[in-house]
């Protein structure tokens, strides 16, 4: 691996019962040059989360202040806080050549590609509808009509595949890593960011 | 790997000394899904050349017929013979969920470009040109003015490398084949490409 190569920002989004955080996991294991970034919040820290590293925290102030100058790849609200990427972190890391991860919803990898158009993006898809609604039968409780929510929701959220440069369907975790794994190493051999070795050949 | 899945045409370029043909061998051992291109040639047979598997033989007249009528997807002259790549040949392959290699100087690459706008084109680029030199000093005994020569030559073609979508550099030819592989599993992932597969989530 050339330490050299500046890394890329892949954007990851998945519905629930995809399996997205265990093929983002193996992912990591799979791979030294890879992080996740870390987002900024208005919200209060909770016992034993850590400044810079599980998030930053910043006044609401002071999250208009960076959202209005342009400093955040992407924000949004969730139960009255609100969290967005920083744009120089991601810069930041992905100078030193690691390629940052963003797990993130439909919306949010809107505003990313439309604000870091070399961004990387993958929709990690079910492998049928059944398989789909299996999972999250599975993974919870709830009533038959909360669960046709969710799927019905998640399905919602599938349709949005299209809108993603990649799709790698979860039919095995390991195998879905695989093409993950597969998809960073074929970006970073993009001609357009190679040009600089075809100079070296050209000059030594 | 999903065999309903369309194969890709893969087209590959690489001076003399990149080791473009030790990398394609190596590709071609890692995977079941890929094969090379039959071409058209008016050249005669030579002892052991079988029709359909190293060439499909033509005359000059037949040859000229399937490049008026659309038939390849690029072809040139080479000492007094027209080789070509036969469109019907690669369809098919790929319909069968093969990806098409195509081991091809670079004009013929930017013919199959024009033709077949959705290829996944390849430049093997040297590590340096002090290696490049080495590798073909290395292996013939040409003149030095020679070697000069053949040297100019494969330089003049890596300053083509940015009009392909990829670049692999192959300093070691593992890596290299190792890269050529993720390129192609990565391809295979685009979203474009998987649309029926969401469908399939959405309506099961």
């Given amino acids: 691996?050339?330490?050299?190569?500046?890394?890329?920002l892949l954007v990851i989004s998945g519905p629930s019962g995809a399996g997205k955080s265990t093929v983002i996991g193996r992912l990591m294991e799979m791979r030294d040059d890879v992080c996740f970034s870390v987002s900024v919040t208005t919200r209060p820290p909770r016992p034993g989360e850590v400044e810079g590293k599980d998030y930053f925290f910043?006044?609401?102030?002071?999250?208009?202040?960076?959202?209005d100058g342009g400093y955040l790849l992407e924000n949004a609200e969730y139960v009255g806080n609100r969290y967005g990427t920083p744009r120089g972190y991601v810069e930041q890391r992905r100078l030193e050549g690691k390629s940052v991860?963003?797990?993130?919803?439909v919306q949010?990898?809107?505003q990313i590609q439309k604000n870091c158009p070399d961004a990387v993006s993958v929709f990690i898809l079910p492998p049928s509808g059944a398989e789909l609604e299996r999972r999250l039968r599975h993974r919870n409780t709830d009533s038959d009509e909360k669960i046709r929510e969710r799927l019905l929701q998640a399905k919602r959220e599938c349709a949005e595949a299209g809108k993603y440069g990649y799709i790698v369907v979860?039919?095995?975790p390991e195998a879905a890593a695989g093409q993950l794994d597969a998809i960073l190493t074929a970006e970073k051999c993009r001609a357009a960011d190679r040009l600089n070795l075809v100079t070296e050949v050209l000059i030594s």
């Avoid at 691996?1 to 890329?8: A, H, L, P, S």
Wanted: glycine share 10%.
């Fill in 58 to 67: 910043v006044t609401p102030q002071h999250f208009q202040e960076l959202a």
């Fill in 108 to 110: 949010g990898a809107g």
């Fill in 170 to 172: 979860n039919d095995d």
């Fill in 1 to 8: 691996m050339n330490t050299n190569e500046k890394g890329k």
């Fill in 101 to 105: 991860i963003l797990d993130i919803e």
